[in-house]
């Protein structure tokens, strides 16, 4: 059974200590600060969004950018989401107010992606999946750690990738794009992941 990325589908504690057994209390930590700061902070237990933002955000503590990928050391980290759809709303909000190893986060919303280049991790919504291909092909090579969501395919230039276990939200690692993009993938997060190709 799918859900709709923003359904209310509830995700408890349980759900959470696996794959993310070793990362389990920085990601609930995320996500109590995203449900208090989020319209729907009446909910019990997390939503699949509040999940992926979650994710999201503790995938920047596990990856390390190159120094090139910032123009100096004020630049902020740019956490993109492709698509004219915007698939988590508020839920960002609270992400504006946290930082990446030192850095302020900048929120942005590219459309093309010729307009994302420049962001530090783009996110491609399942609303977006049939530009993946385009979009990864305009990254390649370039320090931009890209999360797709995305049902099975033969694209291989995804760094990472969500999809579904019955109703449970997982995620597979390609650490050869991120490689070749610059970005060093930490070992713990390998480690978790559901998948290593």
Same mark, same amino acid.
């Given at each position: 059974?799918?859900?709709?990325?923003?359904?209310?589908?509830?995700?408890?504690?349980?759900?959470?200590?696996? +794959?993310?057994?070793?990362?389990?209390?920085?990601?609930?930590?995320?996500?109590?600060?995203?449900?208090?700061?989020?319209?729907?902070?009446?909910?019990?237990?997390?939503?699949?969004?509040?999940? =992926?933002?979650?994710?999201?955000?503790?995938?920047?503590?596990?990856?390390?950018?190159?120094?090139?990928?910032?123009?100096?050391?004020?630049? +902020?980290?740019?956490?993109?989401?492709?698509?004219?759809?915007?698939?988590?709303?508020?839920?960002?909000?609270?992400?504006?107010? =946290?930082?990446?190893?030192?850095?302020?986060?900048?929120?942005?919303?590219?459309?093309?992606?010729?307009?994302?280049?420049?962001?530090?991790?783009?996110?491609?919504?399942?609303?977006?999946?049939?530009?993946?291909?385009?979009?990864?092909?305009?990254?390649?090579?370039?320090?931009?750690?890209?999360?797709?969501?995305?049902?099975?395919?033969?694209?291989?230039?995804?760094?990472?990738?969500?999809?579904?276990?019955?109703?449970?939200?997982?995620?597979?690692?390609?650490?050869?794009?991120?490689?070749?993009?610059?970005?060093?993938?930490?070992?713990?997060?390998?480690?978790?992941?559901?998948?290593?190709?």
């Amino acid at each position: 059974m799918t859900h709709h990325q923003n359904g209310q589908k509830g995700y408890g504690l349980k759900y959470l200590m696996n +794959p993310l057994r070793h990362l389990s209390r920085f990601l609930i930590a995320c996500l109590m600060l995203l449900m208090a700061a989020s319209a729907d902070s009446r909910a019990e237990t997390p939503t699949e969004s509040h999940v =992926k933002v979650a994710y999201l955000y503790q995938f920047t503590k596990f990856i390390t950018w190159p120094a090139e990928a910032f123009a100096d050391e004020r630049t +902020p980290f740019a956490l993109c989401i492709l698509g004219h759809d915007e698939p988590f709303g508020a839920l960002l909000a609270p992400l504006a107010k =946290k930082q990446v190893h030192g850095r302020s986060i900048l929120i942005r919303h590219p459309t093309t992606p010729h307009e994302a280049i420049g962001c530090h991790l783009l996110y491609i919504p399942r609303s977006e999946e049939a530009h993946i291909p385009e979009t990864l092909d305009g990254l390649r090579d370039k320090p931009v750690l890209t999360v797709v969501d995305a049902a099975e395919s033969n694209e291989r230039a995804w760094m990472i990738r969500f999809f579904r276990v019955r109703d449970t939200l997982r995620f597979a690692i390609q650490p050869e794009p991120a490689q070749q993009a610059g970005l060093k993938i930490h070992a713990t997060l390998l480690e978790v992941a559901h998948e290593t190709r």
